[in-house]
């Protein structure tokens, strides 16, 4: 593997990560209970000014994406330049204009500064306008990813698009709560773990859609692209890979299954403040394999299903 198909492989997973991110900021803004804060309290997953201080950095996360996508434009152009950066500088307007990478990064790009551009509001027509964004971004994914070879506009295409969504919900919506708005440091009044567990049972809610969803679009994948291959998947590099996204995904799986069975019905008890600490650290726990299995969706993108990598 060359240095600038890893360099490749690296910003996909950053452009994977990042976007999940802007998608669970953009679903966490949704989910939070309207209604401000005790006065002194900092209420995380309740109060306006937590989902303020979440929203400045949707379109910063967006933004990032963008960015990603032209560096990621750059890598490749030097790969169909044979790594000449002269000829390179000379491909770009080429690539961009009469190729299918070309035509679905430009889509791709667009949805980025839409959603970017959209502004920070939690709900409204800046809402919309960053889900539209989003929706290009992930339409132009599809048509650059494997679900493509059998051409634009196919069911295929369409499911694997909606799968990439589900997973961007899905991780995204938990490394926001991980990191922003269940810190260790929390407001204990009534009010504020009323908020809290509030949160936490949509959050939950959201992320079962989500995975039923990545589920039900994952099988269909697999089933299509072993039938396509021709070659019995787990044979082949991108199989093998394959399996451990999936390692990954039971692994998330489960945390998130005992943190809705075991915590989240305790948020609301006389044990909440227990309860919150322990639902945190899982939840931290399901955001560290997200980041994995993004990762590693990452690197199944540039190996053939086929096993011609």
């Known amino acids: 593997m060359s240095a600038l198909v890893l360099g490749e492989i690296v910003v996909a997973a950053v452009q994977n990560i990042l976007f999940a991110l802007g998608v669970g900021i953009l679903a966490c803004g949704l989910l939070l209970p309207a209604g401000g804060a005790p ?48 000829d390179a500088v000379a491909m770009l307007p080429v690539v961009l204009r009469q190729s299918h990478f070309g035509a679905a990064w430009t889509l791709g790009f667009a949805g980025t500064l839409i959603a970017a551009a959209s502004g920070r509001r939690p709900r409204g027509a800046p809402a919309v306008f960053a889900a539209l964004g989003a929706l290009g971004y992930l339409v132009a994914k599809a048509a650059a990813s494997h679900a493509a070879d059998a051409g634009d506009g196919t069911l295929r295409e369409a499911v694997h698009a909606v799968h990439l969504g589900a997973t961007a919900v899905w991780a995204g919506s938990v490394m926001v709560a991980a990191l922003v708005l269940l810190p260790r440091r ?91 600490r322990r639902f945190g650290r899982l939840l931290g726990m399901e955001a560290v394999a997200m980041l994995f299995i993004l990762a590693i969706a990452a690197l199944l993108g540039h190996l053939a299903p086929s096993g011609n990598d």
């Open 39 to 86: 006065p002194g309290e900092a209420t995380p997953g309740g109060s306006r000014r937590d989902g303020d201080a979440l929203l400045r950095w949707r379109p910063r996360a967006f933004g990032a994406v963008a960015i990603a996508a032209i560096i990621h434009l750059c890598l490749q152009t030097l790969l169909m330049s044979g790594g000449a950066f002269a």
């Open 186 to 276: 929390a407001g204990t009044s009534a009010d504020a773990a009323a908020r809290r567990a509030v949160f936490c049972s949509r959050l939950s809610d959201l992320a079962t859609y989500a995975l039923a969803t990545v589920a039900l679009t994952g099988l269909y994948d697999v089933v299509r692209t072993t039938a396509a291959s021709g070659v019995p998947l787990f044979d082949t590099a991108y199989g093998r890979v394959l399996a451990v996204k999936l390692a990954c995904v039971a692994l998330a799986v489960g945390l998130g299954g005992y943190n809705r069975l075991t915590y989240l019905p305790r948020l609301g008890s006389d044990d909440a403040s227990r309860a919150r």
